[in-house]
């Protein structure tokens, strides 16, 4: 009774979500601070004051929204961590400014950028031909592939764990293929520059797009937004979810031109008018608003970051040097299941992967300094 294209799927698996008992949950790149207060305010005026909103559906292209999102990163430039900040002033550091107005008609909006990934492989791969990624990036990349029937060329990390750009530009060339992978990459945390982005872009078919996922980019990446004035084939998909504090709301947004995410919009309502939901929307508008209080949080994140890969690597771990709100390392002598059960046993949750290649490993998610030292003395035990 099921269809052959069902029998081929191969679902995404997230972080553990435990039920049986309270975990410092550090193995799902939540961010640990909550929402700005003034987000709260907004959902509860909302719910309290204007129910008949509730009631009714959302403006389906979220227009507001897109508004606030420009804003944010005009003020911002792309990457939060940097971003000068003063009370609610906030101002992109000079490396990050972008040099022109990002607008809303460059936005689009949908829940989660998941959501917003499967309206972009609807869009621009074909199932006739390879879409071109590394072979360690974010896992949903391939479960995509299986449910619009792309077919994937993996291309394997070099030696020190980054992309294999060459490899990568020389199969899109041969087989006049999009490219897509993370930066900065996950699980290995490591990040291209504006001007290694820039280098491939060059070298790469020019009427296929070019895709860039910033998850964590606001984190201590380069964003690549800046490029979009020079190569219309790019498209860039963020989050609410890491440092926006978004994860339980579900909010995902693409940068490109306004031709390409027209193309997007076109995908969406042929599949679901009214996306981004009333609440939704209401939350991620004080958000953008609240911009610089969540320049302050991510940078606390990236204070943690730097203070507990120190840590790892003065006691005996293997650590790849992470641009993002996560580390990911290994200590010899112990697989990554091993490490991920001796600290779930002490009540705090990791991530383990048991993908070949990466099985030693586990990916840790920067928490709060109170769950960051409680986390390393499990660790001395190893």
């Given at each position: 009774?099921?269809?052959?294209?069902?029998?081929?799927?191969?679902?995404?698996?997230?972080?553990e979500?435990?039920k049986?008992?309270?975990?410092?949950?550090?193995?799902?790149?939540?961010?640990p601070?909550?929402?700005h207060?003034s987000?709260?305010?907004?959902?509860?005026?909302?719910?309290?004051?204007?129910?008949?909103?509730?009631?009714?559906?959302p403006?389906?292209?979220?227009?507001?929204?897109?508004?606030?999102i420009a804003?944010?990163?005009n003020?911002?430039?792309?990457?939060l961590?940097?971003a000068?900040?003063?009370?609610?002033?906030?101002?992109?550091?000079?490396?990050d400014m972008?040099?022109?107005e990002?607008?809303?008609d460059?936005?689009?909006c949908?829940?989660?950028s998941?959501?917003?990934?499967?309206?972009?492989?609807?869009?621009?791969?074909?199932?006739?031909?390879?879409?071109v990624?590394?072979?360690?990036t974010?896992?949903?990349?391939?479960?995509?592939c299986?449910?619009?029937?792309?077919?994937?060329?993996q291309?394997?990390?070099k030696?020190d764990?980054?992309?294999?750009?060459e490899?990568?530009?020389e199969?899109?060339?041969?087989?006049?293929?999009?490219?897509?992978?993370?930066?900065?990459n996950?699980?290995?945390?490591?990040s291209?520059?504006?001007n290694?982005?820039?280098?491939?872009?060059?070298?790469?078919?020019?009427?296929?797009?070019?895709?860039?996922?910033?998850?964590?980019?606001?984190f201590?990446?380069?964003s690549?937004?800046p490029?979009?004035?020079?190569y219309?084939?790019?498209?860039?998909?963020?989050?609410?979810?890491?440092?926006?504090?978004?994860?339980?709301?579900r909010l995902?947004?693409?940068?490109?031109?306004?031709?390409?995410?027209?193309?997007?919009?076109?995908?969406k309502?042929?599949f679901?008018?009214?996306?981004?939901?009333n609440?939704?929307?209401t939350?991620?508008?004080?958000?953008?608003?609240?911009?610089?209080?969540?320049?302050?949080?991510s940078r606390?994140?990236?204070?943690?970051?730097?203070?507990?890969?120190?840590f790892?690597?003065?006691?005996?771990?293997?650590?790849?040097?992470?641009?993002?709100?996560f580390?990911?390392?290994?200590?010899q002598?112990?697989?990554?299941?091993?490490i991920?059960?001796?600290?779930k046993?002490?009540?705090?949750?990791?991530?383990?992967?048991?993908?070949?290649?990466?099985?030693?490993?586990?990916?840790?998610?920067?928490?709060t300094?109170?769950?960051?030292?409680?986390?390393?003395?499990?660790?001395?035990?190893l």
């Open positions: 009774m099921l269809s052959s294209r069902f029998k081929n799927l191969h679902p995404y698996v997230p972080g979500q435990p049986d008992r309270v975990y410092i949950k550090l193995n799902a790149n939540e961010n601070y909550p929402p207060p987000v709260a305010k907004a959902v509860s005026e909302l719910a309290l004051n204007k129910t008949e909103k509730l009631g009714l559906y403006d389906p292209d979220a227009n507001e929204l897109r508004q606030e804003t944010m990163l003020k911002s430039g792309g990457v961590c940097n000068w900040t003063d009370g609610d002033e906030c101002t992109p550091d000079p490396k972008i040099p022109f990002v607008t809303p460059m936005i689009f949908g829940n989660g998941d959501e917003v990934l499967s309206f972009v492989f609807y869009s621009f791969f074909d199932s006739d031909r390879k879409l990624f590394p072979t360690h974010y896992s949903f990349y391939p479960v995509y299986g449910f619009y029937e792309i077919p994937m060329d291309v394997p990390l030696d764990w980054t992309l294999d750009r490899k990568m530009l199969d899109a060339n041969k087989f006049d293929s999009s490219i897509i992978f993370a930066n900065p996950a699980p290995t945390g490591i291209l520059s504006r290694e982005v820039a280098a491939m872009l060059d070298r790469a078919p020019k009427d296929r797009v070019f895709i860039v996922d910033e998850a964590y980019c606001d201590g990446g380069e690549c937004i490029l979009l004035k020079d219309k084939n790019l498209v860039i998909v963020r989050t609410f979810s890491k440092s926006l504090s978004f994860a339980g709301m995902g947004f693409v940068v490109a031109n306004p031709e390409l995410i027209q193309a997007v919009f076109t995908a309502n042929s679901n008018h009214f996306p981004v939901d609440v939704a929307q939350a991620a508008i004080a958000s953008c608003k609240a911009v610089s209080y969540y320049a302050e949080t606390k994140v990236v204070e943690q970051r730097e203070s507990f890969t120190d790892l690597k003065k006691n005996g771990w293997f650590v790849i040097d992470s641009r993002t709100n580390v990911f390392a290994k200590k002598g112990h697989t990554g299941e091993e991920y059960q001796h600290v046993k002490n009540g705090i949750l990791i991530r383990h992967f048991n993908t070949p290649g990466i099985e030693d490993f586990v990916r840790i998610t920067i928490g300094p109170e769950q960051m030292a409680a986390l390393r003395e499990v660790l001395f035990d």
